[in-house]
């Protein structure tokens, strides 16, 4: 049976070892902040933290995270919503339908946490999650709002 740690709690879990850690999530520990989207790793809906680093967990087998590293949901990343980067989202108002948002959160918050001042090609490069809704101006500008500690970039 894996044992995950999740959002700090460790869990035991009885499921099959292919179990994509999406499901574990949502099914098994009920945080359903983690969205599906395409089931193959591609739009980041689905993007949680392991040790810290983005990662796409529909794709993802349960088996392949070990005990010892620690999984953050959107649900853990700030319970009450004063995470710099939920601030600046609401600052910039950059959800209209919402489904992305948690990954695309959670994308962002593990690449200022690398990178906390990047450039527009950082922020270009890195955050690859897709938004049918198309705020990525806006997903843009409170990335940078949230680097530069809650103020707007000129």
Not at 7 to 20: A, F, K
Not at 51 to 76: F, K
């Amino acid at each position: 049976m894996p044992r995950l740690t999740i959002n700090g709690q460790s869990r035991d879990v009885d499921v099959d070892p292919d179990t994509p850690l999406l499901w574990v999530i949502r099914e098994q520990i009920g945080l359903t902040g983690t969205k599906f989207g395409c089931g193959v790793a591609m739009c980041g809906a689905c993007t949680v933290h392991i040790d810290g680093v983005a990662a796409r967990s529909c794709g993802m087998p349960v088996s392949a995270v070990e005990e010892s590293q620690n999984i953050v949901t959107i649900e853990g990343l700030s319970p009450d919503g004063s995470h710099p980067v939920q601030k600046a989202w609401l600052a910039h108002d950059v959800p209209q339908c919402g489904y992305c948002q948690p990954g695309m959160i959670m994308a962002a918050a593990a690449l200022l946490a690398q990178n906390p001042r990047p450039s527009d090609e950082d922020i270009d490069s890195e955050i690859t999650n897709i938004c049918r809704c198309g705020t990525y101006n806006r997903v843009r500008a409170a990335i940078h709002t949230a680097a530069n500690g809650g103020t707007q970039a000129g």
